[in-house]
């Protein structure tokens, strides 16, 4: 769950990155988070560094990162 934290005149969320891929269940890299951030739409395909195959990456409704299956 992501983190609030109150800073003068405002509110500072942190997201956390708790991407699993679906098929190795290794944990995504955090560098893979300032990608996340600069794509218009909030969501990206990259390949797992251990199993190479591909996943999908999104936030779900907390901020946070969570990885999912691209297979239909």
């Known amino acids: 769950m992501s983190?609030?934290?109150i800073?003068?005149?405002?509110i500072l969320c942190l997201s956390e990155n708790k991407a699993v891929c679906p098929?190795?269940?290794?944990?995504?890299?955090?560098?893979w988070m300032d990608d996340f951030y600069e794509h218009?739409?909030?969501?990206?395909?990259?390949k797992c560094k251990f199993c190479k195959r591909f996943i999908g990456i999104t936030s779900d409704i907390t901020g946070d990162?969570?990885?999912f299956d691209l297979k239909p």
């Open 23 to 31: 098929y190795c269940e290794q944990k995504v890299p955090d560098e």
């Open 40 to 46: 218009k739409d909030f969501v990206i395909r990259k």
């Open 3 to 5: 983190k609030a934290i």
């Open 65 to 67: 990162l969570v990885a």
């Open 7 to 10: 800073i003068p005149d405002g």
